[in-house]
């Protein structure tokens, strides 16, 4: 497996290759069991993967959780790249496309969450 710094300032070394996590879980009704889930990553960590794509949208947050949980043994080994949605709201401030404050905020109320709560990061970043 190769290696590479991620971004210009980050000083985080990656693998080359990322896992992608949204197949992890079955909350679309589709999708890896957890112990196929674990199976994936741990050949993806065997061949020195240390990269994940995950987002909190990823099987209605269920891939978020499990990869939280795949990772929790080596936590600082993987660097998992978080995507998250903007909240888009009018110009009189009401969310716009239907959304819910939910989809943005677990904590309900409009209140988000950090990027990557359920990974179990003692701290979130956002890179320049």
């Not at 674990?38 to 960590?45: G, H, N, Q, V």
């Not at 905020?105 to 179990?120: C, F, K, S, V, Y």
């Amino acid at each position: 497996m190769g290696y590479t710094t991620f971004g210009r300032l980050t000083g985080l070394r990656v693998s080359a290759y990322a896992l992608g996590t949204a197949n992890s879980g079955t909350g679309w009704g589709a999708g890896a069991e957890p112990d196929e889930a674990r199976r994936i990553f741990d050949r993806f960590a065997e061949a020195g993967g240390t990269f994940l794509d995950n987002a909190d949208g990823y099987q209605f947050g269920e891939s978020e959780e499990l990869t939280g949980k795949l990772i929790s043994a080596d936590r600082d080994h993987f660097v998992p790249g978080h995507q998250v949605r903007p909240v888009l709201r009018s110009a009189a401030g009401h969310l716009q496309d239907g959304q819910q404050p939910q989809e943005h905020g677990r904590l309900g109320g409009g209140q988000p969450e950090a990027p990557g709560h359920r990974l179990h990061r003692p701290a979130v970043g956002v890179l320049p």
